[in-house]
């Protein structure tokens, strides 16, 4: 008569064992992803402070806005000045909406050029493009980029204000609580969302462009 044959299935012992290896991975995953996204909001910060400090240092120094700056081809080599109507004004730019800003591709698009002018004046040393167009916008942590304009089209700004595109609805919160008032509509650093329907707080699986005044 044949022996029985050992059962040679997993024992409680090793299923909860692997079970706790896939939590620990699970968990290690979502803390990288938690670390990398902390990191992503403390760059944006950084960005958001310095490019503020930079663009109120070049006005000081030459009592003018970079991008609108008149003189800016006399004072530097290699850059473009503003010219035609509202050169000079003490706005960058005519157009109050990032989208239309940041697709500027023109050489004389102020929105374009304050970047420039930054750059030749030593202000901002670092994101030039491959073809070392000075004019290029820098990139922002969330594959958006950093855009100087006057006013924003919802009317809430009228003056120079730094937005930056593509932020997630947690990043948004996060830098805008850490920044200001944590509110989306309120304060001194608002989120426009992709058709703007009017809501007032930060919703899931949204991506914002966050604009704040200088």
Same mark, same amino acid.
């Given at each position: 008569?044949?022996?029985?044959?050992?059962?040679?299935?997993?024992?409680?012992?090793?299923?909860?064992?692997?079970?706790?290896?896939?939590?620990?991975?699970?968990?290690?995953?979502?803390?990288?992803?938690?670390?990398?996204?902390?990191?992503?909001?403390?760059?944006?910060?950084?960005?958001?402070?310095?490019?503020?400090?930079?663009?109120?240092?070049?006005?000081?120094?030459?009592?003018?806005?970079?991008?609108?700056?008149?003189?800016?081809?006399?004072?530097?080599?290699?850059?473009?000045?503003?010219?035609?109507? !509202?050169?000079? $004004? #003490?706005?960058?730019? =005519?157009?109050?909406?990032?989208?239309?800003?940041?697709?500027? &591709?023109?050489?004389? *698009?102020?929105?374009?050029?304050?970047?420039?002018?930054?750059?030749?004046?030593?202000?901002?040393?670092?994101?030039?493009?491959?073809?070392?167009?000075?004019?290029?916008?820098?990139?922002?942590?969330?594959?958006?980029?950093?855009?100087?304009?006057? !006013?924003?089209? $919802? #009317?809430?700004?009228? =003056?120079?204000?730094?937005?930056?595109?593509?932020?997630?609805? &947690?990043?948004?919160? *996060?830098?805008?609580?850490?920044?200001?008032?944590?509110?989306?509509?309120?304060?001194?650093?608002?989120?426009?969302?992709?058709?703007?329907?009017?809501?007032?707080?930060?919703?899931?699986?949204?991506?914002?462009?966050?604009?704040?005044?200088?």
């Amino acid at each position: 008569m044949p022996k029985n044959k050992k059962n040679t299935g997993f024992t409680l012992v090793e299923i909860s064992i692997v079970l706790v290896i896939i939590g620990l991975i699970i968990g290690g995953v979502l803390t990288g992803q938690q670390v990398i996204q902390n990191a992503r909001i403390s760059n944006t910060i950084n960005g958001i402070q310095a490019y503020q400090a930079q663009l109120q240092t070049y006005s000081q120094n030459y009592g003018a806005l970079p991008g609108d700056d008149a003189s800016a081809a006399t004072r530097f080599d290699g850059v473009t000045a503003c010219s035609g109507t !509202g050169c000079g $004004d #003490g706005k960058i730019g =005519t157009n109050n909406s990032f989208d239309a800003a940041s697709d500027a &591709t023109g050489d004389a *698009a102020e929105s374009r050029q304050v970047w420039a002018h930054l750059r030749a004046a030593n202000l901002v040393k670092n994101q030039i493009s491959g073809n070392n167009d000075t004019s290029v916008q820098p990139s922002n942590p969330f594959s958006g980029i950093y855009g100087f304009q006057n !006013g924003t089209e $919802d #009317g809430v700004f009228s =003056t120079t204000v730094l937005c930056l595109d593509k932020v997630p609805s &947690t990043a948004a919160q *996060a830098i805008d609580s850490r920044l200001d008032d944590g509110v989306k509509d309120k304060g001194s650093l608002q989120s426009i969302e992709g058709g703007e329907d009017g809501d007032t707080t930060y919703k899931e699986d949204t991506i914002y462009t966050l604009c704040i005044s200088m």
